[in-house]
């Protein structure tokens, strides 16, 4: 898939001075495995916005008894060009996503499985994985640092390292040890879970719905928009069906596929969301 390939690269764009070459290799080489559905996720959240609002500015200049302002006309025209030039950019911030997921999906998977008790090439590639991790993050922040994103990407760090906690300490006070393979992917939110009941695989399941989260409003605000309840419908659909992992880009994106501008406006919904979820 063009963008899944296009949004790899910026991300190994970002990374490329990683020092030394076996830290390198590591990154590399994760970013190579990786699933790229949520920076694929912000890159078609970003054209569904674009694609709504020229929709809403076709619209408008009909039910204006077509008495066309030209500068208007050359307003909208110019919006789309900008879209068009700052596909990179787009890319850039999508990578800045894909990022910061990995970084903490592989900060997720050390603390389920720690490598250090183990042999001693097990501890190596433990201390390799959690650099990794780190500069994962930090890469990602910083490719988001200056857009309307940055403040979700630092609560859905923030978020993931309480989820984390609470996991830690009920697996110390239980006594027992989960495997990701049972967990249903279910959230706290969906399941009601309070401070004294914690389902471990609820809470891990958390960091893809965050993530989701966080794609569909850096792809909306990188075109100037928030995310319209259609997107945050998708996203939510979308979300419903990943557990603690995101299956291959092809065939997990299908209804983000239609163009909007193939659909009559009636179709779509003109009210805008304030946010993508938090308050």
Known sequence: MEKADSCRRAAAEAVADVEPPQLHDYIESTLDRASMVPATLTLESAAMMAAER???EDDQLLDDDFDVDPDRTQTAADRDDDVGRGADEIATHAAGVQLIYEGLRLTRSLAHDEPWSATDADA????LAILAADIL?????????RTDAA??????VQSFGRDQTRRSEHAADSGLETDPADYDGETESATGI????VEPGSLDANLERDVIELAVLTGAVAVGETP??????IAEALAETVGTSFPPVEGSLVDLEPSIREQSLEEQPTDRATSATDP
């Open 54 to 56: 020229r929709v809403l």
């Open 124 to 127: 190596s590639d433990g201390d």
């Open 137 to 145: 993050v930090a890469r990602g922040f910083y490719l988001l640092a």
């Open 151 to 156: 403040d979700k990407a630092v609560r859905t």
């Open 194 to 197: 309070g401070a004294d009941s």
């Open 228 to 233: 319209s309840p259609r997107l945050l419908a």
